[in-house]
């Protein structure tokens, strides 16, 4: 075993001088009298077993578990591994994770079930600590299996390496606490490859080296290590007199500092609860704990049901910027694909609403995340004649202008495949601007084709990357349409059922809420929505006053997602011109399933 492996413990000298980054059980702090009992386990007497799962999808209980990989150790030395793959029984290896993981079909055909492996692997870790990273999804497939076979589940300690690390590497060292990050940081000799024993033995390394961090702040023992928390916690523990007095009940609730300035803005279906676990030692986030010991006071605001209290809190955070919401700082996160404002436009995925603006064509989106945009992206790209590269071109360069890359391997569209007139461009990308004006039919087409084609040379994997990203483009843009169409409605009355029982209520006027109620039972709508719209927020159409007026176009996303799961109640059109979709929409290439669909309830 290397260095990077051994367990060091710190010598009482160091520990003189270090400031302790965490907050240590009453117990252990304040004893001054010890008994053998309670010295506790050193860490180089425990057994530990580092377990890692692969599996086809992240459900414990629905998904199954396709690989276990585990290794063994005791005193730093490794003195045991396991290793095997596993016939799921019921799931199917998906693409995505086929490519993540590398295990196919075909590797896992003649592997034994986990009725099989799983005996085995008990044996293999009786006595022994579990630790594996993110213990909570490996645990709970383990666990999960041992109920459904019938297998007795021996309920050993369980250490997670991702909360251990989090006690003592902080933001300041890493940017995040996943295997690989961690693994890089600390230079293991085994790079995580998301194969099941590779990660094992990547993590029984990462834990060594954290046990080398906490030995240096003296927590030597398993007892020790297991009740440590994370720093700050005693005083935010004193501070959980400020969740008494918060109602049960749905809500925004809001932590003030002692000049009632807004820290931190929540949303809640039950806001007692929720506000009740900041003061928990199962809260480790740093800015949290920093936020918790700054708050003097919680305060909160009720809502008939959750919709409201997100919608709320999506307003507050809009309107007050509270320093420890994450979406003050960028409210809008969300990533698009647009045109660029060029001779020869070209796709490109942004955040910045000045791009939105500059675009030739209404932007597609938006995506939740910048990987979905770049995936659908790069499938428009290879669908449509557009230009691919970056370089920059004028009228005065465009004799000049050199062939790219992608115009070598036939992928480029634009001045690199010998387009030198302007107009000739914009005439062979038109399907791509009717594309993102709401027509998809040219896309369904053309990704049907490629799918086609590329399945005929049994490249299963990239035609369901095709499919995926067909698909992603289509539900982007059936939403946007949607939310367009929404906010066109003078006024739309809704109801869904609720959490618990009866009846959530909503009147959405141009794409904001602006009523909300709770019945007990269906009978008692009439009554409540009369008093409803009495009292409801007038809200002007979009464009009618100041654009700062206009609803946040995250609550109209919002609105639009409840609406596919409520019931329409009633609905006011707007004039002569209506609110129906346009008839090659990207919503009526959407199979409902079941779902309401905006066009179709008026």
Known sequence: MSDAGRF????????????VPFDRAPSALHNTQLSFDSLGTPLSDVTFVIVDLETTGTRAGQSEITEIGAVKTLGGEVIGEFQTLVKPEHSVISPFVARLTGITHAMVDDAPPISSVLPSFLEFSVGAVLVAHNAPFDIGFLRSACERLDYHWPAPTVLDTVTLARRVVGRDEVRNHKLSTLAAHFGTQVEPDHRALSDARATGEL???????????????????????QSGWAKRQAKSHLAKGVPAEPGVYMFLDGTRRVLYIGKSGNMARRVRGYFNASENRGRMAEMITAAQEVSCLPCAHALEAEVREIRLIGELAPPYNRRSKNPERNSWIVLSDELFPRLSVVRANSALERSPAPPLGPFRSRKSAQAVKELLDTLYPVKRCTAAITQRSLGEHRPCVSAQVGQCGGPCAGITDVDDYQSSIRELFALLDGDLSSLQRLAAERMQRLSGEARFETAAEVRDSMRSAVSIAARAEQVTALRRVPELIAAAPGFDSGWDLAIIRHGKLAGAGHVSTR????????????????VPAPGALPQETDSLPEESRLLAGWLETAELVSVTHAGDHGWSLPRQGATSHVQSSGAVRLSDSV
């Open 8 to 19: 060091v413990s710190a010598t009482p000298e160091r520990l003189d001088i270090m400031t």
């Open 207 to 229: 834990l060594h080296h954290l046990f080398e961090r906490f030995g240096g702040y003296g927590v030597t023992t398993l007892e020790e290590l297991s009740t440590v928390r």
């Open 523 to 538: 009978q008692a709508m009439g009554d409540s929505l009369s008093a409803l719209s009495s009292t409801a927020e007038w």
